[in-house]
């Protein structure tokens, strides 16, 4: 006898067990994240074996928990061979259900933070809310704060008021031995920003962020890696927009190109961002830096043909989205690089990287040779200092050749 579970799943037999009863409403929750028919037809028939495998061990649905799913998936591998997913299918089946509140949040044993990890999270705090740094500059951030506290106290209590000049030294002698110059010099600023930190809690006197030692950095030490115009016609060429992965990788490129954005600015884009009358974009920047930008004119038309003909139904507000189900937001700017990656491999465009930041160089470098100033290139890409912008000087050739002295003696 075939059981309608809803528009889209039909099963051969009555599902049994706790869990059967809410198998129509997992159905249709897939349904609403963007999954296709067959995959919500998996999801649900291995549901329902779980839900009779249940009822058979006699467990109730407010006792279900994550072993039970590794129980059944062993159960399971004896008769069925395994598919890769089934656990993750599972658990999502699971998280619905506590969604729904049939099945109570597992009570998991929670250790005690320790005193490094109570200064760590109060630091964590002051990072977000009071700095408003981005999540991937926090994350760096907290990293070597923790490292730093443990160093320093080990398992004892953390008492910043007994921190020291010659604390710092040690530390930062002991970590630049281990690390490349590019993440010692990053392991400085986030020891500086820690201690920095401590001296405005008030648990520090004197300015020990003075006392960090100095890694040697060459500034603008390298010419910045800028995409042709002529490699991003190319590469937007090759994009085919009559798929709806299509139209969202275009309109993604377009972004990068025409307005230089960074890839978690991108990531970050909110539909309530577009102000579509005014043909202005609001982007969010580093420390929540918000920077007015016209929208061009070919970049509005891409996103209203992914809106209209290739984003996913969802209730999120971000611009851009999953292509494949669950239709949830990207979690930061790597996804977009990602997506620049797949799309240059798949491309003939020979380009100098297979990252997003290499467009924000190309437009850079495109407007000064177009006569912009600095100054101009610095507030289209959001630089909130002048000295940021000043590395795209090294790409003037023009202007450069007029600095050289002539050679000796005429020689060429």
């Known amino acids: ?17 706790p869990i059967a009863p809410y198998l129509g409403m997992f159905a249709d929750s897939l349904n609403a994240t963007g999954y296709s028919a067959k995959w919500i037809h998996r999801h649900v028939l291995l549901g329902a074996c779980l839900s009779k495998w249940l009822g058979q061990k006699l467990v109730a649905l407010h006792d279900i928990n994550t072993d039970h799913l590794t129980r059944y998936l062993k159960y399971r ?14 658990v999502h089946l699971v998280e619905f ?3 729904e509140g049939v099945v109570p949040e597992e009570r998991l044993a929670v250790l005690e933070p320790t005193s490094v990890e109570h ?3 109060a630091y964590e705090w002051y990072l977000r809310q009071e700095r408003s740094l981005a999540s991937a500059t926090i994350v760096y951030y907290v990293r070597f704060a923790r490292d730093f ?18 604390d710092v030294v040690r530390f930062v002698r002991h970590q630049a031995r281990r690390l490349h110059r590019r993440f010692a010099k990053l392991m400085t600023t986030a020891l500086r920003s820690f201690l920095r930190y401590a001296r405005y809690c008030g648990e520090v006197d004197v300015d020990l962020a003075a006392a960090v030692p100095i890694v040697p950095n060459w500034s603008m030490a390298s010419i910045p890696r800028a995409i042709a115009p002529q490699q991003v016609r190319q590469l937007l060429a090759s994009i085919d927009r009559r798929t709806a992965t299509g139209r969202r990788d275009y309109a993604i490129v377009l972004l990068l190109a025409r307005l230089g954005l960074r890839s978690g600015e991108v990531a970050s884009l909110k539909l309530d961002d577009i102000d579509w009358k005014a043909g202005l974009l609001s982007v969010h920047g580093k420390s929540g830096y918000r920077n007015e930008l016209p929208l ?4 509005g038309e891409a996103i209203a043909s992914y809106l209209k003909g290739g984003r996913p139904h969802s209730t999120s ?11 949830f937001a990207f979690q930061g700017g790597a996804a977009i690089s990602s997506i620049v990656r797949h799309r240059l491999q798949r491309s003939d465009v020979d380009a100098p990287t297979f990252g997003a930041h290499q467009f924000r160089h190309g437009l850079a470098t495109e407007m000064l040779r177009r006569g912009a100033s600095l100054g101009e290139i610095g507030d289209l890409l959001g630089h909130r200092h002048p000295q940021t912008t000043t590395i795209y000087t090294k790409v003037d050739l023009e202007a450069l050749r007029k600095l050289a002295p002539p050679w000796p003696r005429g020689a060429q």
């Open 1 to 17: 006898m075939k059981v309608i579970i809803n528009s889209q799943v039909v099963l051969s037999r009555v599902p049994e067990g």
């Open 97 to 99: 259900l506590r969604r």
């Open 317 to 327: 507000r971000c611009v851009f989205l999953r292509a494949r189900a669950p239709a």
């Open 119 to 121: 200064c760590v999270r």
């Open 77 to 90: 591998a004896r008769r069925l061979q395994p598919r890769d997913g089934d656990h993750a299918t599972l």
């Open 296 to 299: 061009p004119a070919d970049v």
């Open 149 to 166: 506290l443990k160093h320093r106290f080990g398992a004892k209590a953390v008492s910043l008021s007994c921190l020291s000049a010659a």
